[in-house]
């Protein structure tokens, strides 16, 4: 008999040690095997074997025909125990699927599409590819429009060619479509897309062959990719590196670009964060521990002559706003003329629904979640009311619920109330709006062939429109409040502005047809407006480092993010205190900040006290995590505080 140590790949097992069971036959480590947990059967990963055990050991269930999860794969998770703490069923959980499908299979051979005819590479470019030639990490910071894709392109085909595969990471799903088309043009049936929308049962099956594939792959997908089971990898690209979606937002609260360095280290791999605005911190780490800064400013498209330029609209200015209140005249004027040019005009609002308050002009009365107590937001095309927090849904009232008046205001205008306006003034516009309120058929990933070919003359939409696309035919893009994410009392709130406004900003000028951007704002005499539009990303970047290091923020120390939930703001308050009071004698070299009540006071009838934890080093941060009583969460490294 065999006994082996094995980690669970289920959330529902909460004890910090691997579990042991017994095998009448030799397990190698990273054996794929089905065990029981109480009276599931989940999988698992052998890890050791073990003498045999002083206690009673159940035997596995089954041990597939099937390769041994890879080595690498092994090390990380061993490894994400230890920086990213948390239970090992949950952080096991990401490298395995639900459950192996009943026939294993290869992957399926697609039909070879026309191979793209590449364009040849710019002078940047080229100086890029010359510098990457050892493993390590590359930050490659390449304007908006340089083609950081054609060097991503050009450097999977080198990995190929040495037979290793390679992961390219996206922050969302919506494009993946876009990447996957330009790779497949090149590599064909070598690329395999990977997220979380497809169904179990193409996950599980894509899981298994990937495990048992010998040939060299390309994964592109979503931060979960990178958990696939390859065993030979030669390049990871973290593309549009500086988005907050590479952030998990539960447990275990990983970056995904940490996690992707550690991987790219065990396998002696190439890793390259690609964005038009890296992330303060990791172009300040790059310069300290001497990692090659790759700089491209040089549009990759030929046709010089076709130039963008950007005019500012003041939103105070109503002069400005004859037609519509938030979208201005001369916006209005430019969607006009690239109709008549058959041209796509692209209108950016970081906001979702119609209208982001409801509150009656009488009494003051205002629409707010019974749970959460935050404003609800009105959705004009179902009239009702959402609380994007916890999803509570109610009737928009036709009278004001305190004081019965009629005079119930719906201001703060989303991204549904632009499509409504739009259409009215372009009836004969097609206009698509993309945001995370879309049905299935209506996201981005599903359209977005519709969308490049020009068919949607006019496109509406949140951050998702911010990332990456590229749209030959689009010739105006409209930022309908620039301010959005400017005044967030947050340390990353000028950090996050810069970017979002860059990229979008940044869907044109990009060669393909004369275009122009139209930002319209609060605040036109902004400094940070001033470096956004001048591409001064230098000035920008020693400002917001100034200010870190005086409040002391990231890069100058490492954050600690602590929650707690409770009934009661009075005993979530006491509990926060009797924690903090504990923490002031535990003789670690942290600063503690608070306890106050969490940005979101209260979510699902509970009410959120927070702490915030800063340290010079991040190991006094993981014995923080350890003192912790039950009942609280934390998120290490957070992108931000709210």
């Given amino acids: 008999m065999f006994y082996m140590e094995v980690l669970i790949a289920d959330a529902r097992y909460h004890g910090e040690e691997a579990l042991t069971y017994s095998s009448d036959q030799p397990l190698s480590v990273g054996a794929i095997i089905v065990v029981p947990l ?25 041990n597939p025909e099937l390769p041994p999860l890879p080595s690498q794969s092994l090390q990380l998770i061993l490894w994400m125990r230890s920086y990213y703490p948390s239970p090992p069923g949950i952080l ?44 390590g990490t590359y930050l490659l910071h390449g304007e908006t429009g340089t083609g950081k894709t054609r060097v991503y392109i050009e450097l999977a ?3 190929l060619n040495l037979g290793k595969s390679v992961i390219i990471l996206t922050p969302e799903i919506g494009l993946t479509s876009q990447l996957a088309n330009d790779f497949r043009h090149v590599f064909h049936d070598q690329v395999v897309v990977v997220h979380s929308r497809l169904t179990d049962a193409t996950r599980q099956r894509l899981w298994t062959a990937l495990l048992q594939q010998t040939e060299p792959v390309i994964i592109i997908g979503p931060r979960s990719a990178l958990f696939c089971p390859i065993s030979n990898i030669g390049l990871i690209v973290v593309d549009e590196a ?15 670009s940490r996690v992707a360095s550690k991987l790219a280290e065990l396998h002696k791999a190439i890793i390259i964060l690609g964005s038009a605005t890296p992330l303060v911190t990791d172009y300040f780490m790059a310069i300290a521990k001497k990692r090659p800064i790759l700089r491209m400013q040089q549009i990759a498209s030929r046709k010089d002559s076709k130039k963008g330029q950007v005019s500012i609209v003041d939103l105070r200015d109503k002069t400005k ?15 006009g003329e690239a109709l008549a040019r058959n041209e796509q005009s692209l209108l950016f609002l970081n906001r979702r629904g119609t209208a982001r308050i409801v509150f009656c002009e009488q009494c003051g009365w205002q629409a707010t ?3 959460c107590d935050l404003p609800l937001v009105y959705h004009g095309d179902a009239h009702v009311m959402r609380c994007h927090t916890c999803e ?26 632009v499509v409504d306006d739009i259409s009215t003034m372009f009836p004969k516009a097609r206009v698509m709006r993309f945001d995370i309120d879309n049905k299935k058929s209506e996201r981005i990933e599903q359209n977005y062939e519709l969308v490049r070919s020009g068919k949607v003359d006019i496109i509406v939409g949140t951050q998702t429109l911010a990332k990456g696309l590229d749209l030959p035919k689009l010739s105006v893009v409209g930022v309908i409040i620039a301010d959005t994410s400017l005044y967030f009392p947050d340390f990353s709130a000028q950090e996050r502005t810069y970017q979002l406004l860059s ?43 100034m200010e870190r290091k005086e409040f002391m923020f990231p890069p100058y120390c490492y954050l600690l993010k602590l929650t707690c939930r409770r009934a009661s703001q009075a005993t979530g308050e006491q509990a926060a205190k009797k924690f903090v009071q504990q923490l002031a004698t535990s003789n670690l070299r942290i600063r503690i900040e608070g306890p106050a009540p969490a940005f979101r006071e209260k979510i699902q009838n509970k009410y959120q006290w927070q702490i915030v934890i800063k340290a010079r080093s991040r190991d006094e941060l993981i014995k923080a995590i350890a003192l912790l009583p039950s009942g609280w969460s934390y998120d290490i490294d957070p992108m931000n505080l709210l």
Avoid: M
Wanted: with cysteine; hydrophobic share 30%; aromatic share 8%.
């Fill in 38 to 62: 109480r009276s599931k059967q989940v999988l698992g990963v052998a890890i050791q074997e073990v003498p045999k055990p002083q206690f009673a050991v159940k035997p596995i269930t089954h």
């Fill in 92 to 135: 096991t959980q990401l490298f395995l699927p639900k459950q192996l499908p009943k026939k294993l299979t290869g992957l399926a051979a697609e039909g070879k599409s026309e191979s793209a005819i590449l364009p040849t590479f710019t002078k940047d470019q080229r100086r890029t590819l010359e510098a990457i030639k050892q493993p």
């Fill in 157 to 159: 085909r080198i990995s």
């Fill in 242 to 256: 500086h988005e907050t979606a590479y952030k998990q937002d539960q447990a275990p609260y990983y970056h995904t």
């Fill in 321 to 335: 706003f004859t037609q519509k209140p938030y979208v201005s005249d001369e916006l209005i004027g430019a969607i």
């Fill in 369 to 371: 979640c019974p749970s």
């Fill in 392 to 417: 509570f849904k109610a009737r928009s009232p036709s009278s004001c619920p305190t004081c019965h008046n009629t005079s119930v205001i719906f201001k703060s205008i989303g991204t549904k109330a």
């Fill in 503 to 545: 990229q979008v900003i940044g869907r044109v000028g990009r060669g393909h047809r004369d275009s122009k951007a139209i930002v319209q704002t609060y605040a036109p005499e902004s400094p940070l407006l001033e470096a956004i539009l001048k591409k001064d990303w230098q000035s920008f970047y020693t400002q917001e480092l």
